[in-house]
């Protein structure tokens, strides 16, 4: 495969993941016309600061399912190969969409979580953070000052955190290979950090089950490929076999 022969040449590869990696592990993902969570559900209800104010018993449930969804499921080959190359030294970082928090459960360190994490939860009135474990435990109440925990995710209405956004910025910039996995690149401001590197004189690969509407910038689209499957196929071959 070219893209082997591209991660060996290059100087600074970055990943960018999307839903298409944790779908594999097992979690549903949002968009996808049968089992996508605002298939079933109005995000505007569930999932926004407003719920988490005016509708917080369903806000509560509807986080804890997806808290026990990560707890019950783990990080797939994809994800510890990608922990491998890290260490190898063959990518730099990852950016990603995802908050089950499995890049950094298979060994990555250097993540950028773009929309938070369901492996922690915080008070929104105080902000002490606690383990999503607390879900787990239906304990939905700060200890601190008695304020409502929420998982600390990136809800509907909310910007995105700085830390990770600069870092995917920098981290964007300075790539000269850009591989977006399993992502349909259909949320912004997410979608734009795949152009940045392009306009930075990266190689774009976008290796995704379905086209995209950004697959036109690429100059390498790999569709109908799982997440999974296409890292250890490019693991094989980077290592002759």
């Known amino acids: 495969m070219e893209i082997a022969k591209w991660i060996k040449e290059s100087t600074y590869t970055v990943i960018f993941s999307g839903a298409g990696m944790s779908t594999e592990s097992g979690l549903p993902d949002f968009r996808s016309k049968e089992k996508g969570l605002w298939k079933k559900k109005d995000p505007s209800r569930i999932a926004s600061t407003e719920a988490l104010n005016q509708n917080v ?6 986080y804890r399912n997806r808290v026990v969804g990560v707890k019950e499921h783990g990080p797939h080959k994809g994800h510890r ?13 990852i950016i990603t969409q995802n908050v089950d928090g499995f890049h950094q459960e298979a060994g990555s360190k250097r993540v950028a979580e773009l929309h938070g994490t369901l492996q922690k939860v915080h008070c929104q009135s105080c902000g002490t953070e606690y383990g999503s474990e607390m879900y787990l435990e239906k ?30 910025e ?45 697959d036109l910038y690429a100059d390498l689209v790999i569709n109908r490929q799982k997440a999974g499957e296409f890292l250890e196929k490019v693991d094989r071959e980077l290592r002759g076999e």
């Open 57 to 62: 018993q369903e806000f509560f449930e509807f």
């Open 139 to 168: 304990d939905y109440v700060c200890k601190a000052c008695g304020g409502n925990l929420r998982p600390s995710v990136i809800l509907f209405g909310e910007m995105l955190p700085e830390e990770p956004f600069l870092m995917a």
């Open 81 to 93: 190969i990608l922990a491998k190359w890290e260490e190898e030294g063959l990518i730099k970082s």
């Open 170 to 214: 920098e981290e964007s910039i300075r790539a000269d290979l850009f591989i977006v996995i399993g992502s349909s690149l259909s949320v912004t401001p997410a979608n734009q950090f795949p152009l940045i590197a392009k306009q930075h004189g990266a190689k774009l690969v976008i290796v995704n089950m379905e086209p995209t509407g950004f």
